[in-house]
């Protein structure tokens, strides 16, 4: 079974750039999360989908971060313009149920962003 | 709020020896615990979780952990250490609000484990 992939897995842009992230969950995984991992620390969680709906998205700075899920299956987060704090590795994670306490969250490779 | 303190940022251990990574919990409601193992360049994997019963989590790689309820502990262990679990170590919390934040995981700082021949 194929893991939940995620491209690019580096990217390099200059500040005030758009930049855009996707990630394909496991297959059947209804749920999917995007986390922030600034160097040296946890993940941090962005938003939550339950297929389309973005069921928690408390944690995700809108002003300049956007993201979406139209088919319940692949995602895409999106930052304009980018900041030199944006610089972190943006990780996608996907589980099987409706968040559930019991679901494990698999992760993806992450992308690694670098704002100049 | 919920939170993990991971209060060790490195453990050094010789290969064959026994690991404890420590990781503390602090949850209004009832703890769901997960262990995660991330390598360089790549994302977390999943090494085991305690959501209820037998005290003692067996999971992936040799890996175990202990609940603790009292301490509010979820101390994760191998009897024999490898040098390829050299690697970063994160303990997580789920969040146990039937609320919008249902799901949310709540990561440690993450310790870096190091395993020297």
């Known amino acids: 079974e194929a893991g939940v992939v995620q491209s690019p897995r580096y990217k390099i842009i200059e500040k005030k750039q758009p930049v855009a992230f996707w990630c394909n969950p496991i297959s059947g995984h209804n749920t999917l999360y995007w986390y922030l991992q600034n160097l040296g620390q946890g993940p941090e969680l962005l938003i939550r989908?339950?297929?389309?709906?973005?069921?928690?998205d408390s944690q995700l700075p809108k002003d300049r971060f956007s993201a979406e899920r139209l088919k319940g299956v692949d995602s895409t987060l999106k930052i304009q313009p980018a900041e030199l704090g944006d610089s972190a590795v943006y990780l996608c994670a996907s589980s099987s149920g409706a968040g559930a306490f019991t679901d494990t969250q698999y992760f993806g490779p992450g992308t690694r962003l670098t704002v100049l | 709020a919920q939170s993990v303190a991971q209060p060790e940022d490195q453990v050094n251990v010789a290969e064959g020896n026994p690991l404890t990574v420590k990781c503390t919990y602090s949850?209004?409601?009832?703890?769901?615990l997960f262990w995660y193992v991330q390598y360089p360049n790549r994302g977390l994997q999943f090494l085991l979780k305690y959501i209820t019963g037998d005290n003692l989590v067996k999971g992936s790689y040799g890996f175990e952990a202990e609940f603790n309820k009292s301490q509010t502990s979820f101390h994760l262990k191998k009897p024999s250490a490898l040098v390829s679990d050299s690697a970063l170590y994160f303990c997580a919390v789920r969040d146990p609000d039937r609320g919008s934040t249902l799901g949310r995981l709540y990561f440690g700082r993450g310790t870096q484990l190091t395993v020297w021949p």
């Open positions: 949850v209004s409601g009832n703890p769901y």
């Open positions: 989908y339950e297929n389309e709906e973005a069921v928690d």
